[in-house]
């Protein structure tokens, strides 16, 4: 942990940098590029009915889309308006009405037939709702029906058949610590969150690379930074006020490099809405783009580390930061031996890149001063994801580029709360404070004053699989309670997905809206709970940003769904009415209180118990974990880690798949057609010259198949790394497998190999050809 302390925003200079533009035609005009105006237009006209209560959210309320983190339209790294149309168009989940008497009498089959979009669009959840098996609509219930109708199943059932979610857009640093909290009080450790799809091996990386899983810098330390890295991460899509940090780095001369198989064109180029010269005349981004094959990322980072060791060799101190080395770091001989131990062929295989270029980038770091690396869902959503991050944490250990300014290790997160969901303690390997090790769950006990279990609770893909499980078995599961997620659009295998969530007892939806999850049948009962926003709650609520920011959002005035009740407020409710008897200890008069006792089990979080608000905020940690370079860990140094180069089992003649997103947030669809690459949500982004070896043109109708699934779309030409395609995320998760987790953090696989193939050839020989190499794929990819 720092000392030093964040110094607050700082104030970008107005003299502009005609060197940075992309063009003198203002605006863009003629080139394929979001249309903020029109964008945020439309916003307005959606908000019509409340625009006063729009405002004030975005004018008082902390940001419920990503976790780059403002607080009104103020951050704490430049001064000046923060606002992107990823806020605008999440806004009205927040102000739009109920749902309508008619919608909610409708047949079942009908809101079957519309996907999330069309459900979202549909309003708010005003009351409480029941649907059993055999009926055709959801009936209407008092939240007291509900609450002892789920209440009742969970003490019918054995703690281990009971699990909960927890989703991360709008959800406060309270209600996960709530949430955790009364799993562990009703007797179960199966509480999850939804980092485990997205950065739980980041956390899991830096954990055992430096003894701490955050991120150890600020968004500041890239303004000025030598070298800024963007791995896997396409953070001007999914953050998009991150480019006006990067405008801002890029006016100090840093250099930023991406590493991605895709060349996304907002990381190349970008007109940065809140600033006039960028508006005008956009910004040129990307100093240098490293098009890595997917899942090459590890044998790219073994090459780079052996130029630096071969370097080394011929001038000692040209690459590696010796005296940081022997001072803070472990295991520098055991990395040089695995490091050395791969042949350049390998590496460049793996990679898809030359040795030649894996020197440039090996001597523009090598060369560099400091450097900060920041990485996303290219990094981690891989069965060896935090192998990955460590591999990061590698470069940046060696290099001495930690734990202070302008240096660091970054996993940029797309969520608003999940950055405080595991530090919560929503999360079956933590507890508020560490890990859910002994020493921990005695010490939580005292504060808590109740007995927390002591069996490993399961992540959320074994716990959906545990709905399968034989009826008899103690971990089948009986009833799932969900606050907020749709597992069918982020888990891979929507098929598998769907019956898992049918096989459960009862499920619990708590939520604001319906998904199509919502609308799944269960065995004994589907209830769903109108919950309120976070700017509805009383007593406002925290949510913790990227770079560790504490933010307080304060209560909101404005109009109510009448009976949608406080996330946090309904957790305890139900834990009274299980254990009647203990409810004094699971009290809690009001947030205030909840922060209070996050400031006692979490020592981090202290200062959390001073929120109050509008614009309260503190950083925990300080400016720089690892500050002066020494780590969290138990010797107080940082952790080479070896990694192998993982197998990546793509047969000949096959493609290796991972998915983007387009106008979305996570997976929330907002239009059909990608601004910055004009795809629409079925294109399947392809190689030009892998088209032409394939027979395949530029907007054929193609189909890509493995022995997972099906995906059927259209190719469109575009930079992507040659053997290699993108699809849109969620719709190709029909390729994904199901039942594949990393090991150290239990991600599931996010990838896989894929056939191609032009649509017509694909249906002539379907029943025969197809049938042939589903047998070939299952002997050649070991699952
Ligand atoms: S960049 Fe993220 S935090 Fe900032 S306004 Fe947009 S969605 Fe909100």
Not at 151 to 157: C, P, R, T
Not at 196 to 219: D, E, F, Q, W
Not at 682 to 687: P, W
């Amino acid at each position: 942990m720092g000392k030093t302390k964040h110094t607050g925003p700082i104030k970008l200079s107005k003299k502009p940098r005609p060197d940075l533009w992309v063009s003198k035609v203002p605006f863009g005009l003629g080139k394929i590029k979001p249309h903020h105006l029109r964008d945020t237009i439309k916003v307005a006209w959606e908000n019509k009915d409340s625009l006063p209560y729009a405002t004030r959210i975005l004018t008082q309320g902390v940001c419920d889309g990503c976790a780059l983190g403002v607080s009104g339209l103020k951050d704490q790294t430049l001064s000046g308006p923060h606002l992107c149309t990823t806020r605008l168009n999440v806004l009205r989940l927040n102000t739009m009405p109920a749902m309508k008497e008619d919608i909610l009498r409708a047949d079942i089959e009908e809101l079957r037939k519309m996907d999330s979009t069309e459900l979202r669009k549909l309003g708010r959840i005003p009351y409480p709702l029941i649907r059993k098996p055999g009926d055709r609509k959801f009936s209407r219930i008092s939240w007291e029906e509900a609450l002892n109708m789920i209440a009742d199943k969970i003490k019918h059932i054995d703690p281990k058949q009971l699990a909960f979610y927890l989703t991360s857009r709008g959800i406060t640093n309270e209600t996960y610590y709530v949430a955790g909290k009364v799993a562990r009080f009703l007797g179960t450790n199966n509480i999850d969150n939804a980092s485990r799809i997205c950065h739980s091996p980041s956390k899991t990386a830096l954990n055992r690379s430096v003894g701490v899983g955050a991120s150890t810098c600020n968004y500041k330390d890239w303004i000025g930074t030598d070298v800024l890295l963007f791995w896997g991460s396409v953070a001007a899509n999914n953050q998009p006020v991150s480019t006006k940090y990067m405008y801002a780095a890029k006016r100090k001369g840093t250099k930023i490099i991406i590493i991605n198989p895709h060349f996304e064109p907002a990381m190349e180029k970008y007109w940065i809405p809140s600033n006039m010269e960028s508006a005008l005349f956009g910004t040129k981004l990307a100093d240098d783009i490293y098009q890595v094959n997917i899942g090459g990322d590890i044998a790219f980072m073994h090459g780079i580390m052996k130029h630096w060791f071969e370097m080394e060799e011929k001038e000692p101190g040209s690459a590696i930061d010796q005296t940081f080395v022997q001072k803070h770091v472990n295991g520098l001989e055991a990395l040089q031996e695995k490091v050395v131990s791969y042949d350049w062929e390998i590496l460049e295989k793996s990679s898809g890149l030359s040795k030649d270029r894996m020197k440039e980038l090996a001597t523009l770091l090598a060369q560099s001063k400091t450097a900060v690396f920041v990485w996303s869902m290219g990094l981690t959503q891989h069965r060896f994801g935090t192998d990955n991050v460590s591999q990061v944490a590698n470069l940046a250990l060696l290099r001495g580029f930690l734990g202070r300014e302008h240096c660091g290790l970054m996993p940029i997160r797309g969520h608003s709360g999940v950055q405080g969901s595991g530090e919560m303690g929503a999360d079956p390997f933590v507890l508020p404070g560490s890990d859910m090790n002994e020493e921990n769950r005695k010490r939580v006990e005292k504060y808590w004053n109740f007995k927390i279990p002591d069996w490993q609770g399961d992540i959320v893909g074994v716990t959906l699989e545990n709905a399968l499980l034989p009826d008899d078995h103690e971990r089948n599961l009986k009833l799932y309670y969900m606050s907020g997620g749709n597992f069918l659009e982020t888990m891979p295998n929507p098929d598998f997905v769907k019956q898992c969530l049918e096989n459960v007892d009862v499920r619990v939806h708590q939520d604001i809206i319906f998904n199509t999850s919502t609308l799944l049948d269960a065995k004994e009962a589907v209830i769903v709970l109108p919950a309120m926003t976070r700017y509805e709650q009383p007593g406002g609520g925290t949510s913790t940003s990227t770079e560790r920011m504490v933010y307080f959002s304060p209560e909101i005035k404005g109009p109510r769904i009448e009976e949608a009740r406080s996330e946090w407020e309904i957790y305890i409710d139900l834990a009274k009415r299980v254990k009647p008897e203990e409810k004094d200890i699971i009290h809690f008069e009001d947030a205030d209180a909840i922060r209070e006792e996050i400031a006692l089990t979490n020592r981090n979080y202290d200062g959390i118990q001073h929120l109050k608000e509008k614009g309260d905020v503190f950083q925990w940690g300080g400016a720089w974990l690892c500050e002066g370079g020494d780590c969290p860990t138990p010797d107080g140094k940082g952790n080479l880690i070896p990694v192998e180069i993982p197998e990546l089992r793509k047969p000949e003649g096959h493609f290796y798949v991972s998915t983007r997103r387009g106008k979305q947030f996570n997976s929330m669809i907002y239009g059909e057609t990608d601004p910055f690459t004009d795809a629409d949500r079925y294109d399947v982004l392809i190689n030009e010259a892998d088209g032409k070896k394939h027979d395949i043109k530029d907007g054929d109708a193609i189909v890509a198949y493995n022995k997972h699934g099906f995906f059927s779309g259209r190719a469109k030409f575009a930079p992507v790394k040659a053997g290699n395609i993108a699809l849109h995320w969620p719709e190709g998760n029909s390729l994904l497998p199901e039942s594949v987790y990393e090991t150290y953090a239990g991600i599931p696989e996010y990838n896989a190999a894929a056939i191609v193939e032009k649509a017509e050839t694909y249906y002539a020989h379907k029943d025969t050809k197809y049938v042939e190499r589903r047998i070939e794929e299952l002997e050649m990819e070991p699952s």
